[in-house]
C-alpha cells in the first residue's frame, strides 16, 4: 500500500479538532548513545544547518558527533530528573494542561496531543494517535513564540513529511508565532512580576533568547525582529526604561557569527560597567530544558559572579503556570474560528446512519 489509510473507519464517527502542540525534542536517555542519536537527527536537518550536505557530513560524522555526545550527556545528566529530560516532562504537563482547558470550550471533540520534532514522542505518532480519534481539522501550534526557519519551518517540513504518506488529509492550520500576542505578553509579564515579588527587582533585567547564525537573518529569517518585539512589548507592559533592560542571544554553536549581543559575554562586561545585579528570562523558551536550567542558570551565573558581579537570578520559563496555559488556550482557539460550529456533528452522524443502514 502507497499512502496510510484508514480502513474500515465508520461513517458514525464523529469527526473531531485535534490540536497537535509540539516542541524540539530531546534525547531519550543522558547518555552519550542516547546523545548521539538525538543529535545526528537534529542536526542532520538542513533547516537547522544551512551548510552545503557534503561538507556538513563531513564535519557532523567525523568531528561533532565523536565529540559532542559525550560533553552533552553530562550536560543534560546535570538536570535530568526522576521523570526524564525537563523538556520532555514540562511539554508533557503543558499538553494535558491544553487539553483540560480546550475540552471545558468545547467538550470531547477535541483531541490535543504533544509531539516532538526530534526524537519521542515522534510527530507521526501523535499524528496516527489523532487520526484514530477521528480527527479530521488540525491546528498544530509549535512552541516557539518567535518564528525562525530553523525550529518553525522545520516542524512543518516533519509535519508535511508525514501527512503526505496519508490517504485522507486532515484540514490543516499551522500557527508560526505568537511573539507578540497580548496574553502571551501578559503571561511573561506575570511571570516576571512574581519572580519580582518574592526576591525585588535587579539592576538589570535580560531577556536571553536562542541564537541562530547572523547569516540566517541576512537572508530574510524574522527571528530576531519578533524577538527584539517581544522584548519590546514585555518591557512596555513591565514599565521598564532602556537602561532597565537588555535583549541577548545564548547558545552559540559552531564558528561563524550568530546574532548578538551574545549574552554570555554581556554577562562578562555588565560588572565592568555598574551592573551588580541581574535577573535572566528566556522569552522563547516555552519550557526550561537545557539551555535554560543549564546554560542560564548555572553556566552564566558563574560567568557573572567570575567578572565581579554579586547578584544573578534565573527567572523559570513559563512552563504550566496558569497564565501561559491560558495564553495557549487562547491562541488555538483564535486559530479554530469557523471550525467549532462544524464540531456539532449531529446532521452529519444521522445521515450517516441512513447510509450505513441503506448499506452505501
Ligand atoms: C527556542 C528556539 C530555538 C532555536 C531558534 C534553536 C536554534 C538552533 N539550535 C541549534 C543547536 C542546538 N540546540 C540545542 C538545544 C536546544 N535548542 C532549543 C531551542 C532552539 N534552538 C532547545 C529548547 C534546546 C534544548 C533541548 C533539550 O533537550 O533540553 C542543542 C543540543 C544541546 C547540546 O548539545 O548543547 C544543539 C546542538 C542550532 C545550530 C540552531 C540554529 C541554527
Ligand atoms: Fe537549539
Ligand atoms: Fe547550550
Redesign the pocket.
Known amino acids: 500500500m502507497q499512502f496510510k489509510g484508514s480502513p474500515n473507519f465508520s461513517h458514525q464517527q464523529a469527526d473531531k479538532i485535534g490540536v497537535l502542540v509540539t ?5 531519550d536517555a543522558p547518555t552519550r548513545p542516547a ?1 548521539k542519536r538525538y ?1 545526528k537527527e ?2 542532520s536537518d538542513p533547516r ?2 544551512e551548510t552545503p550536505r557534503w561538507l556538513w557530513w563531513l564535519i557532523l560524522n567525523l568531528v561533532i558527533l565523536n565529540i ?1 555526545p559525550a560533553r ?1 550527556a553530562a ?2 545528566r546535570s538536570v535530568w530528573s526522576e521523570q526524564g ?3 520532555l516532562t514540562h511539554t508533557k504537563a503543558q499538553c494535558e494542561a491544553l487539553r483540560e482547558a480546550l475540552r471545558a470550550d468545547h467538550g470531547d471533540h477535541v483531541e490535543v496531543e504533544f509531539a516532538m520534532r526530534y526524537g519521542n514522542p515522534s510527530i507521526a505518532s501523535a499524528l496516527d494517535k489523532l487520526t484514530a480519534a477521528g480527527v479530521r481539522k488540525l491546528v498544530v501550534l509549535p512552541l ?1 513564540p518567535q518564528y ?1 526557519a ?2 518553525t519551518a522545520s516542524t512543518f517540513d516533519k509535519l508535511s513529511e508525514d501527512v503526505r504518506q496519508r490517504r485522507w488529509l486532515p484540514a490543516l492550520r499551522f500557527i508560526t508565532h505568537y511573539h507578540d500576542q497580548a496574553a502571551f505578553i501578559d503571561a511573561c509579564a506575570a511571570q516576571i512580576e512574581r519572580h519580582w515579588q518574592q526576591h525585588g527587582r535587579a539592576d538589570k533585567l535580560l531577556f536571553s533568547y ?1 541564537g ?2 547572523k547569516r ?1 537573518l541576512l537572508n530574510g529569517d524574522p ?1 530576531f525582529c519578533q524577538c527584539h518585539k517581544t522584548s519590546r512589548l514585555l518591557a512596555q507592559r513591565l514599565g521598564l526604561t532602556e537602561a532597565d533592560y537588555l535583549t541577548t542571544f545564548q ?1 552559540r ?2 564558528r561563524e557569527e550568530w546574532l548578538q549581543p551574545y549574552t554570555d559575554k554581556t554577562l562578562m562586561k555588565l560588572p565592568a560597567e555598574g551592573t551588580q545585579s541581574v535577573q535572566v528570562f528566556c522569552p ?2 516555552a519550557a526550561d ?3 535554560t536550567l543549564e546554560e542560564i542558570a548555572v553556566e552564566n551565573r558563574d560567568y557573572f559572579l567570575a567578572a565581579g558581579g554579586q547578584h544573578y537570578q534565573y527567572i523559570t520559563a513559563l512552563n504550566s503556570e496558569a497564565e501561559h496555559i491560558q495564553a495557549l488556550r487562547q491562541i488555538v482557539n483564535n486559530e479554530l474560528q469557523g471550525w467549532q460550529g462544524q464540531a456539532d456533528n449531529s446532521l452529519r452522524q444521522q445521515l450517516a446512519q441512513q447510509l450505513e443502514a441503506a448499506n452505501l
Open positions: 516542541n524540539l525534542g530531546t534525547p546523545l543529535l537534529f542536526l537547522v544547518v559532542r552533552s550536560a543534560y529530560s525537563p523538556l516557539y525562525s530553523s525550529t536562542h541562530l547564525p540566517y527571528y547558545s554553536f559552531g522563547g523558551f530544558c537545557l539551555e
